[in-house]
């Protein structure tokens, strides 16, 4: 057979009634609109989902890869990988989740050059059927968690999305650790690639059969995101930023004790000064210490960048005065410790600012 335009993988496990319903769409969209392959993944299926995949590639364009046991979603992906002989690689899932309707909308923008292209529940026009309150804060969680520690994820909508087209040589010759169900992730960390985009789809309703993602496969989840997280040298940007935020405080409180003791300025002066001395500690610190060799866009004026990283820190000013006024005045409480307590609050505003300013280092 010549090389096909697709080659579209599908990891199975116990999805002997959802497959030919799959292939049956697939082919009906496809057909006419380019060459393709399919490359059923199937880890000995208790239910003989490959035995079924055999009978159809008497009809389909289907290969089936047999593992001796279930090895994991990712691991399977990665070998159909390897089997695979198209120009793009797709990937997606058996149980009918994902419709294969909308693979013309996504070969057309993989042939209009884009290096990756996502099918995705959160672009704008996604949507996802039937899923309870917990599945959803669940996964809106772990996005969020991903976009703070995978600085690759953060342009994209729905990292996450099990359903998407790379060009082949994205992956090519690139080691990809097939452990977990988040092989996209793992691409976007570690492939070859300029540009991703998204389609938007709705993930819809399970067909037979149950998911396969159970409590051991979040604990994997987690895993791989630390172990990409340090990868890319982010894990221990969060840890300086934070190490510099608690020597902030110490900075500000220190400042406040001096001016509140040693000098004729009433408490509020005092913090505005503290506040300037601990903004100007950080940045200082910041530059030197974390952002040292990073393309931020950011302006290339050391006093524009001061000037710039406080207006950042405003909120933490306001928030400091704020609380010192309030805890002082309507509470009664001692001023020093009313200064401790706004600091804080200015610190942890100040914290997720700096978060904010290197999401946008690319
Ligand atoms: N070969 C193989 N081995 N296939 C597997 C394995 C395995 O160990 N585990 C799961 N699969 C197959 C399933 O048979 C199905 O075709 C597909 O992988 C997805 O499995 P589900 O169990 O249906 O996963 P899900 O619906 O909970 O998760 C999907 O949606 C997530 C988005 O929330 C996946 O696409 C995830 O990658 C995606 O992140
Ligand atoms: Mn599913």
Not at 127 to 148: H, P, Q, Y
Not at 252 to 257: E, G, K, L, R, S
Not at 280 to 306: D, M
Request: charged content about 20%; hydrophobic content about 45%.
């Amino acid at each position: 057979m010549e090389k096909p335009v697709l080659s579209l993988i599908i990891p199975t496990y116990n999805e002997r009634e959802n497959l030919p319903i799959l292939v049956k769409r697939i082919h009906e969209v496809l057909r006419d609109y380019c060459s393709y392959e399919i490359i059923v993944v199937d880890d000995n299926s208790p239910d003989e989902t490959w035995k079924v995949a055999e009978e159809l590639s008497v009809y389909y364009p289907v290969k089936v890869v047999k593992r001796e046991g279930k090895l994991g979603l990712s691991s399977a992906v990665i070998e159909g990988f390897k089997h695979a002989s198209g120009e793009f690689l797709g990937v997606m899932d058996a149980d009918l989740q994902h419709p294969p309707e909308i693979l013309p909308n996504l070969i057309e923008e993989a042939k209009n050059g884009k290096d990756i292209v996502v099918a995705s529940r959160y672009a704008k026009g996604g949507k996802i059927e039937n899923w309870g309150f917990k599945r959803k804060v669940v996964s809106k969680g772990a996005r969020f968690l991903t976009k703070v520690l995978v600085p690759q994820a953060r342009g994209i909508k729905d990292p996450l999305s099990g359903y998407f087209i790379i060009r082949r040589d994205v992956v090519e010759g690139v080691e990809l650790n097939p452990v977990g169900y988040k092989i996209l992730l793992e691409i976007l960390v570690k492939g070859n690639y300029e540009n991703v985009s998204e389609v938007p789809f709705t993930f819809g309703t399970r067909g037979m059969g149950k998911s396969k993602l159970n409590l051991g496969e979040y604990a994997n989840f987690l895993r791989h995101l630390y172990r990409l997280s340090e990868t890319v040298g982010e894990v221990m940007k969060l840890v300086r930023y934070m190490v510099i935020s608690v020597l902030a405080l110490f900075v500000n409180m220190f400042f406040f004790f001096i001016l509140t003791n040693y000098s004729s300025l009433n408490y509020i002066y005092s913090s505005i000064l503290s506040l300037e001395a601990m903004i100007l500690f950080s940045f200082a610190l910041s530059e030197i210490w974390v952002l040292k060799g990073e393309q931020v866009k950011r302006p290339t004026n050391a006093v524009l960048r001061a000037l710039k990283y406080n207006a950042f820190c405003f909120g933490g000013i306001l928030i400091n005065i704020g609380v010192l006024c309030l805890f002082t005045n309507v509470f009664d409480v001692y001023y020093f410790v009313s200064n401790f307590f706004g600091s804080i609050g200015a610190v942890i505003w100040n914290y997720a600012m700096n978060i904010w300013l290197t999401w946008k280092t690319k």
